[in-house]
């Protein structure tokens, strides 16, 4: 496994793939299908927000963590990695927010 602990959960992740639904949790939501993963994403989006309105900071983190895991199982199932998700981040690196945010638009 990676020595960062974002790889090393990817790489978790993706060693769940295609394994038996009943032999872990990341393993049955890839065969519960993407719009179940895409589902708990947003679940644990709102959670994170609720988590944000309070003053918990170890609820936040717990939550952040899991929104997390879940946005890596999802990018798992459609075939794209943390690094796919660096390499647009690195792109976007250097230009406006507002001046990127309007080049998607068109």
Do not use: C, N, W
Request: charged share 30%.
């Amino acid at each position: 496994m990676a020595d960062d602990p974002l790889d090393a959960l990817d790489a978790l992740i993706r060693s769940r793939k295609g394994a038996d639904a009943a032999s872990s949790y990341t393993a049955s939501l890839f065969a519960a299908g993407r719009a179940k993963v895409a589902q708990k994403v947003g679940e644990e989006a709102v959670e994170t927000v609720i988590a944000a309105m309070g003053d918990d900071k170890k609820a936040l983190t717990g939550e952040a963590a899991d929104l997390i895991y879940h946005l890596v199982v999802l990018l798992a199932d459609a075939g794209l990695s943390l690094d796919d998700v660096r390499q647009e981040l690195a792109r976007r690196t250097g230009q406006s927010g507002l001046t990127e945010k309007a080049s998607r638009s068109s």
